[in-house]
């Protein structure tokens, strides 16, 4: 299983643009990246996922460098309700999920 | 349309005590998945099923058990409680998309305490 390393916490000016990086280096080459968020102590939501490309919906733009070993995750205006721990976690086929400590993003005023 | 929905909310056992989490989801996901979150902690994987019938061990299967009889429920067992069970315990389900992708939808959580 693919480990990733994400910085434990970030700051973001409300209405700004928050990068969130992951380091996943040792990602397989079927494996899919994803992104999910935990606000409060709430079930994990999912944000948005890649394999190879750059992909964006109407949540975040993901960013996958060419050789696959890192992402960003981007909120291009980040709100206050923003605010929570993203998680990204590659996975393959039996879309098992194995989370790392994630980053604690707090969106200020 | 409930998506995944956990049993109980919040339950206090007695060190040695047993009990059952039940995950139920309406989606016809075929994957259903187990997982434990401790205080300031990520989530790590109890036990994960990839079909009706089928099981696997996740990170930390250890005094757990799990059935999947029914595709819509996935069963995690505790027979001999612990106080490092206590934890707040997720459950998810997904199907795999057609691109090979597979998302993972979450219910809500349980709150287990053992004292």
């Known amino acids: 299983d693919a480990k990733t390393t994400q910085p434990p916490s970030m700051d973001c000016a409300e209405g700004r643009a928050a990068n969130l990086p992951c380091n996943h280096s040792?990602?397989?080459?079927?494996?899919?990246v994803y992104w999910y968020r935990q606000i409060h102590s709430q079930g994990p939501q999912y944000i948005i996922h890649?394999?190879?490309n750059n992909e964006t919906n109407e949540m975040a733009s993901l960013i996958i460098t060419e050789d696959r070993k890192s992402s960003t995750l981007i909120l291009p205006h980040a709100t206050l309700r923003d605010t929570a721990v993203y998680y990204c976690?590659?996975?393959?086929?039996?879309?098992?999920?194995?989370f790392g400590q994630g980053t604690t993003l707090q969106v200020k005023p | 349309n409930a998506g995944v929905t956990q049993t109980p909310k919040f339950r206090v056992l007695k060190t040695g005590q047993s009990m059952t989490l039940l995950c139920a989801q309406d989606?016809?996901?075929?994957?259903m998945y187990w997982y434990r979150q401790d205080p300031g902690m990520g989530l790590r994987l109890i036990h994960y099923?990839?079909?009706?019938?089928?099981?696997a061990k996740g990170e930390v299967p250890d005094g757990y058990n799990v059935s999947r009889l029914k595709k819509q429920n996935f069963l995690l067992g505790l027979e001999s409680a612990a106080p490092s069970q206590t934890s707040v315990y997720f459950c998810?389900?997904?199907?795999?998309?057609?691109?090979?992708?597979?998302?993972?939808?979450f219910g809500a959580g349980s709150r287990l305490t053992v004292l």
């Open positions: 998810a389900s997904s199907y795999r998309r057609k691109t090979g992708a597979n998302v993972l939808t």
């Open positions: 976690a590659p996975s393959g086929n039996t879309g098992k999920l194995i």
């Open positions: 099923s990839v079909g009706e019938g089928t099981t």
């Open positions: 040792t990602i397989s080459g079927n494996e899919y």
């Open positions: 989606m016809n996901h075929e994957y």
């Open positions: 890649g394999l190879k």
